[in-house]
């Protein structure tokens, strides 16, 4: 039998809670379909698409500080605009384009260093939370 582990998303829930509006929803958890718990397999995939999409914020962040700063006055806005999209849907492409590199770029390491990686990094955010 495959072992299982407590989905992350939903603390082993199988539900997720948010807030839409002035209500709070409680949502089926899509990382576990409702179960509450997942593979192992699927919980490495989860914490690499985590880290993909935090790698992706930090570089879209970067990216559009840098788009801004360019002394020919072309900045982030008009890079939407060229492309007839809002300044959020632009952010929003070129967001989702960025996790899908990261994504797969992390996934090209074995898992055993993706494991390592994201151990390292989880050590690291708890030590410095610990400050």
């Not at 020919?72 to 060229?82: I, N, Y």
Request: aromatic share 6%; charged share 25%; proline share 1%.
């Amino acid at each position: 039998m495959t072992n299982t582990i407590e989905c992350t998303r939903c603390s082993g829930k199988g539900r997720r809670y948010y807030a839409e509006g002035d209500r709070y929803v409680a949502d089926i958890c899509y990382g576990c379909c409702g179960a509450g718990r997942v593979t192992e397999e699927l919980h490495l995939h989860q914490r690499i698409s985590d880290l993909a999409a935090s790698l992706a914020v930090s570089a879209a962040g970067r990216l559009r500080r840098v788009c801004n700063e360019k002394s020919d006055g072309k900045g982030w806005a008009l890079a939407a605009t060229e492309r007839v999209m809002t300044e959020l849907e632009y952010s929003t492409a070129v967001l989702c384009d960025l996790k899908d590199v990261f994504g797969k770029e992390l996934g090209k390491l074995p898992d055993s260093l993706q494991i390592a990686l994201l151990d390292l990094l989880t050590n690291r955010a708890q030590e410095k939370a610990a400050t």
